[in-house]
């Protein structure tokens, strides 16, 4: 199912996270070659990702929304 990006945040690891309409959360790594997202490693290159959608396997599993572990 796609979900709109409402947002960003950091893990533990400073990885970065996409937080979904849905209340999932979801890792947007740049980590060539198996994920080229460079647009993650900007403040303008994230907001830029705002309202995009992106596909939600935990919707598709009809799994519950996330709780962040450390709200900003």
Known sequence: MEQAIT???QDA???WVAELACGHNQ?????PPWWQR?????PE???G????M???PKC???????????PA
């Open 45 to 47: 290159g994230r907001a």
């Open 7 to 9: 947002g960003f945040h």
């Open 13 to 15: 690891e400073q990885h």
């Open 60 to 70: 598709d599993r009809a799994v519950p929304p996330d709780r962040r572990a450390n």
């Open 27 to 31: 890792h947007v790594r740049h980590d």
């Open 38 to 42: 460079p647009w993650v490693l900007t």
């Open 49 to 52: 990702m705002l309202g995009v």
């Open 54 to 56: 992106l596909s939600c």
